[in-house]
């Protein structure tokens, strides 16, 4: 009786010890995860400061939504952002991406078009692709319009925050692209800058793990 009951309490604290060992692997592995992303939020937010100074054959401006005829106030940071570019001699071209949103209407690039030709831009210098609605398909189309147009040098346009997980796709792609962040953004104000950088952290490290569903 003594040892089985010796034994009994052996096997008690050899479960002890197995759960407490699996506990701290849990905690270390929670621990790695949580600086992981703390690192990965830090390198988003230092990127959105990365604005080229180099000149390029044509401004890709990734597609935001389109609201009727009118670009989003979001999309329209980044055209205006490209007009600037165009004006100052820094491209040649501008690519506008983007295609019909979930509520149907014009593609954000026919709208995005429209809106360059108004603000000075010559149509023959403004290309578009209207078949994407997800970053990944507006860098994988953007390439394909480069190619047809011997666009070789491109700055990529977007929100600042938007700009590391951009740059990281279009390089995917194969894209000669470098970052030209929106000298103001719409996604201010606290709550919906958190939100946004903590989406980009999240959607890029699925990226870089190769999940499929951060192609977004």
């Given at each position: ?129 209207e078949g994407s609605r997800t970053t990944w398909e507006n860098l994988v189309n953007a390439k394909k319009v ?71």
């Amino acid at each position: 009786m003594i040892v089985l009951g010796v034994m009994k309490g052996m096997r008690k604290g050899i479960k002890r010890m197995k759960r407490w060992r699996w506990f701290r692997i849990l905690c270390t592995l929670t621990l790695l995860a949580s600086v992981g992303f703390g690192v990965l939020l830090g390198d988003i937010y230092l990127f959105a400061k990365n604005r080229s100074a180099s000149n390029a054959d044509a401004a890709i401006v990734l597609g935001a939504a389109a609201w009727g005829p009118k670009p989003s106030p979001v999309f329209r940071e980044r055209l205006n952002e490209a007009v600037k570019l165009y004006q100052d001699g820094r491209i040649k071209s501008v690519v506008v991406t983007g295609g019909v949103g979930r509520l149907g209407g014009p593609s954000e690039s026919s709208v995005g078009k429209d809106y360059l030709k108004d603000r000075g831009i010559p149509a023959k210098k403004i290309f578009t692709e209207e078949g994407s609605r997800t970053t990944w398909e507006n860098l994988v189309n953007a390439k394909k319009v480069c190619k047809q147009h011997d666009i070789n040098s491109t700055l990529i346009v977007s929100d600042p925050l938007h700009m590391r997980r951009a740059i990281a796709m279009a390089h995917g792609v194969g894209l000669d692209a470098k970052s030209y962040p929106t000298s103001t953004s719409l996604y201010t104000g606290g709550k919906k800058t958190v939100q946004f950088w903590l989406r980009e952290a999240w959607y890029l490290a699925g990226y870089w793990l190769s999940f499929r569903w951060t192609r977004a």
